[in-house]
């Protein structure tokens, strides 16, 4: 891709050069790493930043590892890495799932995890697994690091936590907890390598009897100006038992606190149908 001569481009060769050239910055860099949302905004011209920082060559950021009872998720991680990590295969398939169902296979080798939390769009099919999975993100700069909840890191569309100094160095993840099963359904206007419509992630843990509910986490996406933990459909299932009406209850509730938006993918009440209709038919999954 060759970039028009307003755009410069910032190549640190190490994490620590990196923080260092973003000391004192606000928002006039961009920070890219695979470039898959940065490429379609410099080609319509509607990128404001004219300053690129391209982290692609940090490979000490390329990792999946396990640290600690973590999953931890470096920033270059790929979702082709994430989907054939045997670590996260075995602890945290809901993860590995949502890497797969990203883009076409050529834009799961260059997009990362971490670039799809940092671009926060509500679409973004790798942020609901997160939120169930209580992940938490690091921040870097110079003056040292922090972390924050990943529910809490996205603050709008398009808008996160991150100073501007910040670089967004790993993602952390508890393993899925011990017997409870997970589920993830995606609706997109194409089989492959289309923005989410609207789509659920949950994990559920069912009692002795293999009916009642004892807990649920579910997320919801492109459906609310951000992805969004669906409390009142959570709340719906605790205690209750997996039938009929129950389903049909959660699924109405969860359509009942999105807030989804009309747009060449689909209107706002199609959307609403559209989560209700996917959380009812992975609750019938779980049920089975």
Known sequence: MRLRSEYEVLRPRSLEEALKELSGRR????????????????RSGAMA????????????????????????????????????SEVIRAA?????????????????????????????????????????????????SSRGAREIPAEEFILGPHRTAREGDELLTSVRVKPQPQGYRWFLEKLGLRSANAVSVASVSGLVRLGADG????????ALGAVAPTVIRARRAEEA???????????WDTAEAAAAESSPITDVRGSAAYRRMAVAGLLYRALSEVAR
Do not use: H, K
């Open 27 to 42: 928002d006039d860099v961009r920070v890219v790493a695979g470039a898959t949302d940065v490429s379609v905004q410099l």
């Open 49 to 84: 930043e004219r300053e690129l920082m391209d982290i692609s060559g940090l490979r000490e950021l390329r990792y999946v590892r396990e640290v600690d009872g973590w999953i931890e998720i470096g920033a270059l991680a790929t979702f082709s890495d994430i989907a054939r």
């Open 92 to 140: 945290a398939p809901i993860l590995a799932r949502a890497a797969l169902s990203v883009g076409s296979p050529q834009i799961r080798n260059l997009a990362t995890l971490a670039g799809n939390l940092c671009t926060a769009s509500p679409a973004g099919d790798g942020i609901p697994p997160l939120l169930v999975l209580g992940a938490v993100v690091q921040l870097s």
């Open 211 to 218: 009916r009642t509910v004892e807990d649920a986490r579910i």
């Open 237 to 247: 299932l605790m205690g209750r038992e997996l039938d009929e009406e129950i389903m």
